[in-house]
T-cell receptor, first 112, second 116 residues
Framework: AQSVTQLGSHVSVSEGALVLLRCNYS??????LFWYVQYPNQGLQLLLK??????LVKGINGFEAEFKKSETSFHLTKPSAHMSDAAEYFC??????????FGAGTILRVKS | GAGVSQSPRYKVAKRGQDVALRCDPI?????LFWYQQALGQGPEFLTY????????KSGLPSDRFFAERPEGSVSTLKIQRTQQEDSAVYLC??????????????FGPGTRLTVT
């Protein structure tokens, strides 16, 4: 069965600093991978998706993620953090029957 | 265009009451999913519909949980005899589910259920 592990339940960065949120997956087949962002009291918004077309995936709001099969990783990065990036981020893998299996989430704090 | 909508946004129920949560998917989306998100955790799968057919209900935690999508559009998640452990945010998502595609899911704002 597919699974996802997000390392670090909380990440704190200064405004303008690099954002790195870690995600490792487990999958017996080539995976479909996703990053979602959740703002307080809101649903999940799709940031980007990996579909095997390219290993470096660009998403919305300046985020990107790199698929590394050898490391079974799909880490999310952004070169320069904005205050508006403060939210919770979830990595997910598509599993049997099209359902998504989510990691536990990483709360990103951006300090001014 | 309109996204996924859910109602009510907030629901307080006394233990033992029945509740019904509604989801309106994006028009034309074939697939519909329900997830449960407990406080401080990631969403967990409950059930999945393709049109009106419920293809997977393996995530429903007990027989008190029931979901339907009778006309292949709007879906209702019903919880009978609510318990405190049912307190969570219930998220609905829909997807085009094109063959061979990633099937990205688009989420509604969720219904926050509090059982007292």
């Amino acid at each position: 069965a597919q699974s996802v592990t997000q390392l670090g339940s909380h990440v704190s960065v200064s405004e303008g600093a690099l954002v790195l949120l870690r995600c490792n997956y487990s999958s017996s087949v080539p995976p479909y991978l996703f990053w979602y962002v959740q703002y307080p009291n809101q649903g999940l918004q799709l940031l980007l998706k990996y579909t095997s077309a390219a290993t470096l995936v660009k998403g919305i709001n300046g985020f990107e993620a790199e698929f590394k099969k050898s490391e079974t990783s799909f880490h999310l990065t952004k070169p320069s953090a904005h205050m508006s990036d403060a939210a919770e981020y979830f990595c997910a893998v598509r599993s049997d029957g099209n359902k998504l299996v989510f990691g536990a989430g990483t709360i990103l704090r951006v300090k001014s | 265009g309109a996204g996924v909508s859910q109602s009510p946004r907030y629901k307080v129920a006394k233990r033992g009451q029945d509740v019904a949560l509604r989801c309106d998917p994006i028009s034309g989306h074939v697939s519909l999913f329900w997830y449960q998100q407990a406080l401080g955790q990631g969403p967990e799968f409950l059930t999945y519909f393709q049109n009106e057919a419920q293809l997977d209900k393996s995530g429903l935690p007990s027989d008190r949980f029931f979901a339907e999508r009778p006309e292949g559009s709007v879906s209702t998640l019903k919880i009978q005899r609510t318990q405190q452990e049912d307190s969570a945010v219930y998220l609905c998502a829909s997807s085009l589910a094109l063959a061979g595609g990633p099937g990205e899911q688009y989420f509604g704002p969720g219904t926050r259920l509090t059982v007292t």
